[in-house]
């Protein structure tokens, strides 16, 4: 894996979508542990922005755009951990990367069995102060925009049920794609 400050390298955007409890941020962390990058977490940027009585809604995305932009700027790779539920949160991340001359990975964690997904929702307590965590019943009426690769760029599909095979995973997608 490359230096995440190599300047004759250009850096990478790692853009992690997925439903609440789908694992987004267990793979972030394992990531950013491996490579070095920068770790954003949308939750962190909109708990922060509701804190101010500010409403988070498209607000958070363009906060962390700013982030990562920033970033990516200095030579510094970048995870980002959002669910990006809706075309209208992912068509950011394209114009980030391009803004920076960075390559744009984007991978969607899943869960094809619904009870373990279950499981993980109602087992989850916050890990940011001040954050509240979706109830089952939150998660299942959340908009959710499925994939569409022509609108929404090219994502690697990403079986988090397992979460040292996932961070293999998409360490492999990281060094060919």
Not at 126 to 153: C, I, L, M, Y
């Amino acid at each position: 894996m490359a230096d995440s400050k190599n300047a004759s390298i250009s850096p990478w955007l790692l853009v992690l979508a997925g439903r609440p409890g789908t694992g987004k941020t267990t793979l972030a962390k394992a990531l950013v542990q491996t490579t070095g990058a920068c770790y954003l977490r949308i939750d962190v940027v909109e708990t922060a922005l509701l804190r101010t009585h500010t409403e988070a809604g498209p607000g958070g995305y363009f906060v962390t755009h700013g982030l990562a932009l920033s970033n990516l700027c200095l030579g510094n790779n970048v995870i980002v951990d959002a669910v990006n539920a809706v075309p209208e949160a992912r068509a950011g991340w394209a114009e980030t990367a391009r803004g920076a001359g960075a390559r744009l990975v984007l991978m969607e964690t899943a869960l094809g069995d619904q009870g373990e997904h279950r499981r993980r929702i109602e087992s989850r307590t916050p890990d940011v102060a001040g954050h509240r965590v979706p109830t089952w019943e939150e998660v299942q009426n959340e908009p959710w925009v499925s994939w569409d690769e022509a609108r929404d760029g090219e994502r690697h599909l990403i079986d988090t049920t397992s979460a040292s095979q996932a961070r293999e995973t998409a360490l492999a997608l990281l060094r060919i794609v």
